[in-house]
Nanobody, 123 residues
């Protein structure tokens, strides 16, 4: 599975962005998908995840109520709608795919990673 993330950019605080992550291959619908982010000098952290069926979603407390994850299995794409952005959301955002997982929150559980897309939120 190859993942290609896009949609990052520069936005003012309070603004919105939608990230997309498109996967190659015909087995996308069997993968759980996650978004992580890494700010300069900080460790990679969990942002959000969605089960393979789309039936369950998970969020970090820091983004709950502002970000929404969704997926379109027909398009092999997972989205992260980010609203009410804050300067502390500035980071490189990575999408990831995992199949047999004990936890959606642990980046070590994911098998495949995209290249990352930079989100910069100005104050």
């Amino acid at each position: 599975v190859q993942l290609l993330a896009s949609g990052g950019g520069l936005v003012q605080a309070g603004g919105s962005l939608r990230l997309s992550c498109t996967a190659s291959g015909r087995t996308f619908s069997s993968y759980n998908m996650g978004w992580f982010r890494q700010a300069p000098g900080k460790e990679r952290e969990f942002v959000s995840a969605i089960r393979w069926s789309g039936g369950s979603t998970y969020y970090a407390d820091s983004v709950k109520g502002r970000f929404t994850i969704s997926r379109d299995n027909a398009k092999n794409t997972v989205y992260l709608q980010m609203n009410s952005l804050k300067p502390e959301d500035t980071a490189v955002y990575y999408c990831a795919a995992g199949r047999y997982m004990r936890s959606y929150y642990n980046y070590g559980e994911y098998d495949y990673w995209g290249q990352g897309t930079l989100v910069t939120v100005s104050s």
